[in-house]
């Protein structure tokens, strides 16, 4: 039962235009929801995050958008930069009795192109 | 301030062997955190650590199993290697076990032959 979802494997984008990553979840329990970037050889490498109780973070060029009624989280990037490609990852966490873990997705790859 | 460290970087084990991995937590966090990411998947949460004691545990059988030290410090045991085992296993760290955020380290990649 996958619990977090990314359905796009992959995403190509151009240098300088907006980079838009989705992410899904069917957990009402996940109260706080995170992004990662991993590079090849690498632990991932925390990205931003948000709280349930808000619906944007915006850090810099990321800003991150949580829809709690639709269950879907997005990451947008701008401007995109070549040195973003990379696996992103969306986690989300809450307690359950299992500690506090973190649930991943399966990841995008972002291309990001001259 | 020192991040979250692993060691070794790779290891080649057979079927049946046993294996253990070390962490090193970021300065000043409690709580660690072991996760397996196999090849085209994301993390999936082995256990979680906090002040030496397990504090939560995914779905993994009981020859996975660590330990915690008083430096905060930890160790991943795998014992009877399978095939299945080959993967990336990352160790996180947070500041206490109610923080959200966890900050990973570089991974230590297992193949088992």
């Known amino acids: 039962d996958q619990q977090v979802k990314q359905n796009s494997p992959s995403l190509s984008v151009q240098e300088g235009r907006i980079s838009i990553l989705n992410c899904d979840y069917t957990?009402?329990?996940?109260?706080?929801f995170l992004w990662y970037k991993k590079y090849p050889a690498e632990g991932p490498t925390f990205l931003i995050s948000i709280s349930s109780i808000k619906d944007k973070n915006e850090d810099g060029r990321f800003t991150v958008f949580l829809n709690k009624s639709a269950k879907h989280l997005s990451l947008h990037i701008v401007p995109s930069q070549p040195g973003d490609s990379a696996v992103y990852f969306c986690a989300a966490s809450g307690w359950g009795g299992g500690g506090n873990k973190l649930t991943f997705g399966t990841g995008t790859q972002l291309k990001v192109e001259l | 301030e020192t991040g979250v460290t692993q060691s070794p970087t790779h290891l080649i084990k057979t079927r049946g062997q046993q294996v253990t991995l070390r962490c090193s937590s970021q300065s000043g966090h409690n709580t660690v955190s072991w996760y397996q990411q196999a090849l085209g998947q994301g993390p999936q949460f082995i256990f979680q650590?906090?002040?030496?004691?397990?504090?939560g545990r995914g779905n993994f059988p009981p020859r996975f199993s660590g330990l915690q030290f008083p430096n905060y410090s930890s160790e991943l045991n795998v014992n009877a290697l399978e095939l299945d085992d080959s993967a990336l296993y990352l160790c996180a760290s947070s500041l206490t076990s109610q923080a959200d955020t966890q900050y990973f380290g570089p991974g230590t990649r297992l193949t088992v032959l």
């Open positions: 957990n009402s329990m996940f109260d706080y």
């Open positions: 650590y906090y002040r030496e004691e397990e504090n």
